[in-house]
């Protein structure tokens, strides 16, 4: 065989898995299911009719359902449109956890790196590792509720008031409650540590648009916006905005394991620290449906003697969670990828009960 | 005195308890008045001009149970000042990628 044909031939044969695969590159392909029973219960529970007044019940302000990297559920309620950046609160984490792989890969830290080698305001806890605060396992006296306690509420302070010029600073200000890696405390001050272990890790000017260039450049997310502290640390633990769509693609990337294209943009070996359970995690017998923490991921892991926190959905299940309701989940056996932005006031919403209907309506292998 | 005086004792084993209970959360205390303007500015301006809702639909989106003095839209300079329990707080669009940011120094209403 002349060497030209036999060079064609490989280059078939290492597109054949490849072309298989359906990418948003450069935009989505959407191909709308027809509406059955299922695909109208789905609809039926995101948005029913939305009271903005009381402001009770699910309200739902966008819906995405990618099916093995092609759009076949997409609804907005107004305002939200296919074109809004919305605040993406606590998913925020994850997102910035996805930006960390990057720098992961490019070798700018390990694991159990002191954290204090990226940030030196932690010489005051020196024991806590980057590690530590991926699994929110910092051990630092933080108090993250809010709406129940706004005056002694870490987060709040953080976000509005005494910490809002330096984030991180304001979090390294904290004493130790338990010694580092020992017990998971979800803290927000934890995630934004890491936003700010970044500026020493890439270096400035990089460190300025590193999100970008690491991340949304390379997925073709066009809509991101991510808004600073007045330190110029990016706020990860709850201010990054994007679109639907755009979020989708950060789903898709867990999804196939960090790849995007041909390129292994994350390592898989990160993708798989953000999929295991914090080792000394122990599951709240009070609050079954908590999902598990992993690498500032979020888990339907069965730990311990717990059920799975979302009973009707597989195991492997991951997501990115905020507050009044965003999320994206992952649910990787089922290829399946789910944007929910949404403005909940009272906590009815369940994950649950969505992702039961979105596997009811889209569930079955392609 | 206690037994000559039981409401005034009690009124003030009472006051102590609330002096030592405001003492030892004054940190807390000293700041809390700040939440609402600076809440509702940053998440107003960044409802406005980072996700482009509408004036009205922002206005609404912020509101919480405590009332707010004011709110005012600077849409020229998009900047966002809101007062509430007598504190004034300032936020400022900075940009297309970072978006809105809480500013040092309110501005003027």
Known sequence: MPRRTLLAAGLLLSAGPLAAETWPIPEWSSQPAAVTPAVQSLDDYAFPVRDDISRAGVRSDALLVVKDGVIVHERYAAPTTAQTPHLAWSVSKSLFASVLGVAYGEGRFKLDDAVAKHYPPFAAHPEVKIGHLLNWASGLDWQEDYEYAPLKSSVVAMLYTRGRADMAAFTASHGAAAAPGTHFSYSSGDSNVLGASLKAMVGEPAHSHYPWTALFEPLGIGSAVWERDASGTFVASSYAYLTARDLARVGLLMQRDGRWGERQLLPASWVAFNRTPFANYRPDPQQPDDAVPGGQWWLNAQVADARRPWPDVPASAFAALGHWGQGLYVLPEQKLVVVRYADDRDGSYRHNELLKRVLAAYGEQP | ?109
């Open chain 2, 1 to 109: 005195m206690i037994r000559r005086r039981p409401l005034l004792s009690v009124s003030l084993a009472l006051l102590a308890g609330l002096i030592l209970l405001a003492w030892s959360n004054r940190v807390h205390l000293a700041a809390f008045p700040g939440i609402i303007g600076a809440y509702s500015a940053k998440e107003y301006c960044s409802c406005r001009y980072v996700s482009g809702n509408p004036a009205e639909y922002c206005a609404g989106y912020v509101e919480q149970y405590l009332p707010l003095g004011a709110l005012h839209d600077d849409a020229e300079r998009k900047r966002v000042t809101a007062e509430g329990l007598g504190s004034r707080q300032t936020a400022a669009w900075l940009g297309e990628r970072h978006g809105c940011q809480l500013q040092s120094q309110a501005d003027p209403l």
